[in-house]
């Protein structure tokens, strides 16, 4: 993480460091791993909270900033970066409008979309 984490701070001038809020969200993958192998899932997860708290970036409560993604939570966030980049999030918009997104990841499906929702 050390080599990458450098590699972005390089473009960034050290006096934004503190301004900058950090969070390191694993998806499905790390799911697996968490099941196949608890402790160094764990373990890898306390490293990185442990290098990015010493990094001098914005990271004031690691345990919540830095953490596994439900299933739930990694398919509404895909679905929000679609159709944020598309620019189809806007209070301008008709519900209708607004795409579905859909991804396949190894054992894992997500499907995300705008649902009508009719009061009866």
């Known amino acids: 993480m050390e080599e990458p984490l450098h590699r972005l701070l390089m473009d960034i001038p050290m006096t934004r460091w503190k301004d900058i809020p950090?969070?390191?969200?694993?998806?499905?993958?790390?799911?697996?791993?968490?099941?196949?192998?608890?402790?160094?899932?764990?373990?890898?997860?306390?490293?990185?909270?442990?290098?990015?708290?010493?990094?001098?970036?914005?990271?004031?409560?690691?345990?919540?900033?830095?953490?596994?993604?439900?299933?739930?939570?990694?398919g509404l966030f895909g679905w929000v970066s679609v159709n944020s980049v598309l620019g189809l999030v806007t209070a301008k918009r008709n519900a209708y409008e607004i795409l579905c997104s859909f991804k396949q990841a190894g054992s894992f499906l997500f499907l995300g979309f705008s649902a009508k929702l009719e009061l009866i």
């Open 22 to 74: 950090v969070y390191l969200a694993a998806t499905a993958g790390m799911r697996l791993t968490l099941l196949q192998d608890p402790l160094s899932s764990l373990g890898l997860f306390d490293a990185l909270r442990r290098g990015l708290s010493t990094s001098g970036l914005q990271v004031q409560t690691p345990n919540e900033r830095i953490r596994l993604l439900s299933g739930s939570e990694e």
